[in-house]
């Protein structure tokens, strides 16, 4: 005989898709046969004009090859208004959900009302509300939006009310303009680097065997598709990071307490062993200037407590470490514990090339220090409680826990610490990063140029080693990622051959890579560096930008 328990799992969890399948107009609803003609592995970005669902003026309105900053001018301009933006925007959303899965939420009538107030203000006097005015922005599923509900990717928080509010993120990207319109799909206790919830398992609309990485990945899945020129999300372990590099686009983990957060729902709330943060998943580099600007020029250090008053400030003449003054970039070109897949090494080659050409920039080798103690102490320090919190989450409803989240608190290094064990720990954890810095400091580079993961996107359910993102989480150091402009292809990269392996999670990591299976996804690098030292960290992205998109035509010759 079942449980209760048993009864509200299933049926709650079902009861939830249908309703947001139900907010999905009828007339964008795609059919079977249509669906039929992706099956899984598909590149599903050109579905939208097979679809015929959008106008060829919403087409152009949503085109990716458009960022955030083109969309503002143009509704400043007037050459579009708040309400066509967004409509174009949630049909465009709307596709992407029933092909990927990367919504928990989709209120398009309040946003196209929202859109018209905006519209209205502007034609009555002639000022835009802010610098965001018209841009539809969607929001991960944890984070506080007024009139939404929150959750922490468990069907027990289905249950709770919706925000009454918005938390202060919310609120200083509304006064600046932005629509609200969607929140996006995260996994179950929002720690894994895929996205794999009760509301779906989120794919990537390249390639759809694979992951769009996560925890943000209902955000990536639904900007590299076109249904978003700009998401929030967060990151502890790499869950912008982690997406970016899935979905060949741009993000910023900024040093913790630089920006304010404003989360509904946490699965470790009070933990703060290991602080997470906020921003943006996005189309270019000036996206996430734009980001970062509307946040900090609002002093939101005078709200929240908690953050270091440091205003948004680029630097017109930065000053480098490299010889004659010239950046200096350290290459690490891997771990010592994990060798990136051969896409990724093909992209770090070639840029690294690109870079060497280049006057301003001086390229030296990164020795890499403790990564391995530092990730594994990451892990230990995200679960002080050993997971207790995890598993009472899914037991409120009967929820089994998902493989990725069975893996993650079932690790070794997970116990229940005592107050003492906890307090050794923070000891360990400091003395470390006090190592960190004086290794980094004495390698004397400007930033650090290295893998965002231990491959592209990882094959769905195989995403299990954390340690190119949450290194830099552990050290509190802002870490960008951005894409190269080249793709996986089984041409070029092949299968490595016979070689000693450096762990063991190095050997599961070149079992996973197949050509064929990574065929045409996105290759993206991260960039690293001081802590409170984005603005430098920006103007080293824009130089080395100045190489990209790389071309891999002349490989071929």
Same mark, same amino acid.
């Given at each position: ?12 969890? !079902? ?5 947001? *399948? ?29 679809? @015929? ?32 933006? =967004? ?44 610098? #965001?005015? %018209? ?7 944890? !984070? ?6 929150? $959750? ?31 929140? +996006? ?5 929002? !720690? *894994? ?19 769009? @990485?996560?925890? $943000?990945? &209902? ?35 900024? =040093? ?60 017109? /003449? ?6 004659? %003054? ?7 070109? *891997? ?43 990451? *892990? ?16 409120? =409803? ?14 070794? #290094? ?38 965002? %993961?231990? &491959? ?12 190119? =993102? ?8 802002? /870490? ?36 064929? +299976? ?19 960290? !920006? ?19």
């Amino acid at each position: 005989m079942s449980s209760s328990s048993d009864l509200i799992w299933p049926q709650t969890a !079902m009861d939830a898709v249908q309703e947001l *399948h139900a907010k999905i107009p009828l007339e964008l609803r795609l059919s079977q046969d249509f669906l039929d003609k992706y099956p899984r592995g598909s590149d599903v970005r050109g579905a939208v004009a097979a679809s @015929g669902l959008l106008t060829a003026a919403e087409m152009e309105i949503t085109n990716p090859e458009y960022d955030s900053v083109a969309i503002l001018d143009r509704i400043k301009n007037r050459e579009l208004t708040a309400v066509q933006v =967004t409509h174009a925007f949630c049909k465009r959303v709307a596709i992407a959900q029933q092909l990927l899965h990367c919504l928990t939420d989709f209120f398009m009538e309040a946003a196209l009302v929202r859109a018209q107030e905006l519209d209205d203000y502007y034609h009555k006097t002639g000022e835009v509300v802010g610098p #965001l005015h %018209g841009l539809p922005i969607d929001m991960k599923d944890h !984070m506080m939006v007024k009139g939404t509900k929150s $959750s922490g990717g468990f069907v027990c928080d289905y249950y709770l009310p919706p925000a009454t509010q918005h938390g202060l993120i919310a609120q200083i990207l509304y006064d600046a303009g932005a629509v609200f319109y969607v929140k +996006t799909n995260l996994p179950q206790s929002i !720690m *894994h680097l895929e996205t794999y919830s009760f509301w779906g398992e989120t794919l990537n609309p390249y390639n759809t065997a694979l992951t769009p @990485g996560g925890s $943000s990945g &209902g955000s990536s899945a639904v900007v590299a598709f076109g249904g978003s020129a700009m998401g929030l999300g967060s990151d502890i372990g790499g869950s912008l990071r982690s997406p970016a590099n899935a979905c060949g686009l741009w993000t910023l983990k900024p =040093t913790t307490l630089r920006i304010p957060k404003g989360t509904g729902n946490a699965p470790m709330p009070g933990a703060d062993s290991i602080v997470g943060t906020y921003g943006p998943l996005c189309r270019s580099l000036r996206d996430m200037h734009l980001f970062f600007s509307v946040i900090l020029e609002t002093k939101p250090w005078l709200k929240s407590p908690d953050l270091i008053p440091i205003p948004w400030v680029i630097p017109t /003449a930065p000053s480098w470490s490299g010889t004659n %003054g010239r950046l200096r970039v350290g290459v690490m070109w *891997h771990d010592e514990v994990v060798l990136p897949q051969p896409p990724i090494q093909r992209a770090l080659k070639m840029l690294v090339g690109a870079l060497e050409k280049q006057d301003g920039i001086e390229v030296v080798d990164y020795k890499p220090f403790k990564h391995l103690e530092a990730s594994e102490l990451a *892990h230990e320090l995200y679960f002080v409680d050993g997971g207790a919190r995890i598993r009472s989450k899914a037991a409120e =409803t009967g929820e089994p826990l998902l493989p990725l989240t069975d893996w993650i608190i079932t690790r070794s #290094l997970v116990k229940d610490h005592t107050v003492h064990e906890l307090w050794e720990l923070f000891v360990n954890r400091d003395n470390l990063r006090a190592e960190y810095v004086q290794h980094f400091s004495a390698q004397n580079v400007d930033v650090v140029l290295c893998p965002a %993961g231990a &491959g592209p996107a990882p094959e769905l359910g195989t995403c299990k080693y954390w340690a190119y =993102t949450n290194v830099w989480n552990f050290v509190d150091y802002p /870490a960008a990622v951005f894409p190269t402009g080249l793709f996986c292809d089984p041409t070029l990269d092949k299968k490595d051959g016979p070689r000693e392996y450096m762990s063991d999670a190095d050997e599961y990591n070149a079992e996973c890579y197949t050509p064929e +299976t990574f065929k045409g996804a996105p290759l993206c690098l991260q960039l690293v560096g001081m802590r409170y030292k984005e603005e430098l960290l !920006m103007c080293a992205l824009e130089e080395i930008s100045k190489a990209l998109p790389l071309d891999d035509i002349a490989q071929r010759i």
